[in-house]
């Protein structure tokens, strides 16, 4: 003979409720904090904005690396900026050129 008893029935609807309780907040949990949640989602954003801005910057610079590069080519050479090199990297002066000397350089 199976003896059921009314509290044996509300302990295991109470049982049975809690445990989905415990599921439906152990995934919201993770959906709020875990690695693809929403915390996650906003700091891939906010990567997503300084590696964008980081872009930009390295193509403005490379732009510029370019013109200058070109400006040293063979077929196109800019007397100017070969001047300006020559001088900077092997310290060599005109002697009418005024020279300043900078302390601590």
Known sequence: ???RTRL???????ALHLGAAAIIGYFA?????????????RGYEQEIANLTLERDALKIER??????????????????????????????AHPNDLVMLRPGR
Request: proline letters at 2%.
């Open 1 to 3: 003979m199976v003896a």
């Open 29 to 41: 949990f993770q959906g709020y904090h875990g690695n693809y949640g929403l915390l996650a989602q």
């Open 63 to 92: 732009a510029d690396l370019e013109h200058r590069v070109g400006l040293l080519r063979a077929d196109r050479l800019d007397p100017d900026l070969l001047e300006e090199l020559a001088r900077r990297e092997l310290g060599f």
């Open 8 to 14: 044996g029935r509300i302990l295991q609807s109470l």
